[in-house]
């Protein structure tokens, strides 16, 4: 029902992207924190802790993390937990699995989200749920079971959706160590060019189209910019580590001097215009890509931005 209201307000025009994607990830949030305390009250097994709730936090990544949501979008979510506790691990693991079943049940009237946990420390081979020490050790590169750059680029658009003060002031501070990390400008370039070429490879575009996340000039291209510039700014310039999403970034980056006048501020507005219509291909039930000229404007300013991010640095 919540999910319909969003949608009439929406399809009315009352609503910008950005506050469609404000209310869909509130809403995830508020289904996660009713549900895993749902899950944990009927819990089997469950060692008794100094406290009745568990000591287990969530990190949203990507569109959760960065608050923007679309219909039908993905919860890219990680699990961590802070106890002591010898069994520790295993109850974590239970809770996590019966919370995960509940919100991908499928129902006659579907199902509530898919979740995808990739992202944990070593990816699907990983453990489902983490310890928050593992977890600093991991994202700090602390000894030889280390984070990829393509994972500090995640952790840019990383947020505490869920758990106590204590976690979310750790993650804060894990998150910070990562951002704001010394690193070599011109081999954090290089590597996530080679990692865009990547993803670019793995999304083949069929014929001429453009879609709107994958081509060169779409949203991907936007975000890969953005995250390059967080990871190699945020130390000199603070307001790039606030996890305000791209289009305020871009904006930021412009008023900081790391993009020429305009450039920011034409990639923003392209990459809001590019969400707006891949949210309305989902609610259609289109596809996401369309037939040139159609959002030329769009992937010109994105392609302007790429330009001035990768290609100046290269040259220099």
């Keep these: 029902a919540e999910v319909f209201r969003t949608l009439a307000r929406d399809v009315e025009g009352v609503l910008t992207v950005e506050q469609v994607a404000d209310d869909l990830s509130a809403l995830a949030e508020a289904v996660l924190g009713i549900t895993i305390k749902w899950c944990w009250d009927r819990l089997k097994n469950k060692h008794h802790t100094l406290s009745?709730?568990?000591?287990?936090?969530i990190i949203g990544y990507g569109k959760l993390g960065?608050?923007?949501?679309?219909?039908?979008?993905?919860?890219?979510?990680?699990?961590?937990?802070?106890?002591?506790?010898?069994?520790?691990a295993d109850v974590y693991a239970a809770l996590?699995?019966?919370?995960?079943?509940?919100?991908?049940l499928k129902t006659?009237?579907?199902?509530l989200f898919v979740i995808d946990t990739a992202l944990r420390p070593n990816g699907n081979s990983g453990l489902l749920v983490t310890s928050f020490e593992a977890y600093t050790r991991y994202q700090q590169q602390r000894g030889s079971n280390t984070a990829w750059t393509w994972e500090h680029q995640a952790m840019t658009r990383a947020r505490f959706v869920l758990g106590n003060?204590?976690?979310?002031?750790?993650?804060?501070?894990?998150?910070?160590g990562v951002i704001n990390a010394p690193r070599n400008p011109a081999l954090l370039r290089d590597e996530i060019v080679a990692m865009r070429n990547k993803v670019r490879a793995a999304h083949p575009i069929k014929g001429e189209k453009f879609d709107v996340k994958h081509s060169p000039g779409a949203m991907v291209d936007a975000e890969f910019a953005v995250q390059y510039m967080v990871l190699s700014a945020s130390a000199q310039y603070p307001e790039l580590a606030a996890n305000v999403g791209n289009i305020a970034l871009l904006q930021l980056a412009e008023t900081?001097?790391?993009l020429p006048q305009g450039v920011g501020q034409h990639a923003a507005i392209a990459y809001r215009e590019l969400r707006r219509v891949q949210h309305r291909a989902r609610l259609n039930?289109?596809?996401?890509?369309?037939n040139p000229p159609a959002l030329q404007a769009e992937r010109d300013a994105i392609l302007h931005l790429w330009?001035?991010?990768?290609?100046?640095?290269?040259?220099?």
């Design 52 to 57: 009745s709730e568990p000591q287990i936090a």
């Design 256 to 258: 900081a001097g790391l």
């Design 307 to 316: 330009a001035a991010v990768f290609e100046v640095n290269q040259a220099a």
């Design 108 to 111: 006659s009237e579907g199902d």
């Design 66 to 88: 960065g608050k923007e949501l679309g219909y039908g979008s993905d919860l890219d979510i990680v699990f961590v937990y802070e106890d002591a506790h010898e069994q520790a």
């Design 96 to 104: 996590v699995r019966k919370l995960i079943t509940w919100l991908t």
């Design 165 to 176: 003060d204590a976690m979310r002031q750790l993650f804060e501070q894990v998150r910070a």
């Design 285 to 290: 039930e289109e596809p996401t890509s369309v």
